[in-house]
């Protein structure tokens, strides 16, 4: 499994730097041997760790980059908004739905909002 450090010089070295030059998350656990043959989960998970830990890695529907300017930071946070929101409206759904097809066993967790 790539450390950080490799990510982000793999990702320097080949200039994947701005939203106009990607790669795939399937390439990079190809190029770093731990293709799954699916979803790459461990190759993204080393992406949200480099994340934590600091680095600007970006992504659109055509792959991971390293964030170069303030409007790819700002496109990268806008759709992490939408994902969140959304993810709160299925959670929001799930708990109506079960509220109302158990009215005498409610959940009373709080329902929960992005801030604007």
Same mark, same amino acid.
């Given at each position: 499994?790539?450390?950080? +450090? +490799?990510?982000?010089?793999?990702l320097r =070295?080949? =200039?994947?730097?701005?939203? $106009?030059?990607?790669?795939? !998350? ?6 770093? $041997?731990?293709?799954? $043959?699916? +979803?790459? %989960? ?5 992406? *949200?760790? !480099?994340?934590?830990? $600091?680095?600007? %890695?970006?992504? /659109? ?14 496109? =990268? ?5 939408? *994902? !969140?929101?959304? /993810?709160? %409206? *299925? *959670?929001? /759904?799930?708990?109506? =739905? ?5 009215? !005498? /066993? +409610? ?10």
């Open positions: 499994m790539p450390i950080i +450090q +490799q990510l982000i010089q793999h =070295n080949n =200039n994947y730097v701005g939203s $106009g030059s990607t790669i795939t !998350a399937r390439d990079l656990a190809t190029y770093f $041997g731990i293709s799954d $043959g699916g +979803q790459e %989960v461990a190759m993204r998970n080393v992406i *949200r760790d !480099a994340i934590s830990n $600091g680095e600007l %890695v970006g992504s /659109n529907n055509q792959g991971f980059y390293l964030i170069d300017t303030l409007n790819e930071l700002n496109e =990268n946070l806008d759709g992490l908004e939408g *994902r !969140a929101e959304a /993810n709160l %409206v *299925r *959670r929001r /759904n799930m708990m109506t =739905n079960w509220n109302n097809q158990n009215p !005498a /066993n +409610q959940s009373t967790k709080t329902d929960l909002f992005v801030k604007p």
